[in-house]
Antibody, heavy 121, light 113 residues
């Protein structure tokens, strides 16, 4: 069974940085594009960032562009989200998700359990 | 960016009755090249991550009960739960994956009447 396990969340002060990780297993990680999606407490889902299977293409939603960096290490089967200049409005559970079908575009067919990031002084 | 809207915001349905959720995209998600709608429905139960229910507008994901069905094309889509079960209490989100950013609808909360 496909597994995605996020880690790295926690409490950080405004302006601070944090790196999230998503460890993948039970599938060929290097064949799949991946996403980060976040959910503020009590709110809906917000797409954050995407990365292609080989890491050569990335995409960011406008609200995080220039502050977040998505990357991956296919040798370690791990996806990352480096978050900087954090703001209180970045407080959310961050999920990693796999793109079904192996293409850049497709349904998000598997999701991790999420890791909570809280930005507060 | 594509804007996704859902209706209703919430609904309460008796056990065994039909539940219907609508979603509208601000732009068409139908591809001219392959005639596929780049559209999905997700179910999220409290304290859990979202789960893919329906993709390509009408294809049930693996293991999803056949009481769940999706329909629609272009800009207007519907998720139907034909006979609501207690385990279907959840928030349901629509999503387009036609164009980045891959936007979600605001969600519809489904509960038991």
């Amino acid at each position: 069974e496909v597994q995605l396990v996020e880690s790295g969340g926690g409490l950080v002060q405004p302006g601070g940085s944090l790196r999230l990780s998503c460890a993948a297993s039970e599938f060929t990680f290097s064949d799949y594009a991946m996403h980060w999606v976040r959910q503020a407490p009590g709110k809906g889902l917000e797409f954050v960032s995407s990365i292609s299977s080989n890491g050569g293409s990335t995409y960011y939603v406008t609200s995080v562009k220039g502050r977040f960096t998505i990357s991956r290490d296919n040798s370690k089967n791990t996806l990352y989200l480096q978050m900087g200049s954090l703001r209180p409005e970045d407080t959310a559970v961050y999920y990693c998700a796999r793109v079904g079908g192996g293409n850049w575009v497709g349904p998000f067919d598997y999701w991790g359990q999420g890791t909570l990031v809280t930005v507060s002084s | 960016d594509f804007v996704m809207t859902q209706s209703p915001d919430s609904l309460a349905v008796s056990l065994g009755e039909r539940a219907t959720i609508n979603c509208k995209s601000s732009q068409s998600v139908l591809s001219n090249s392959n005639n596929q709608n780049y559209f999905a429905w997700y179910q999220q139960k409290p304290g859990q991550p979202p789960k893919l229910l329906i993709h390509w507008a009408s294809t049930r994901a693996s293991g999803v009960p056949d009481r769940f069905s999706g329909s629609g094309s272009g800009t207007d889509f519907t998720l139907t739960i034909s006979s609501l079960q207690a385990e279907d209490v959840a928030v349901y989100y629509c999503q387009q994956y036609y164009s980045s950013p891959f936007t979600f609808g605001p969600g519809t909360n489904v509960d038991i009447k």
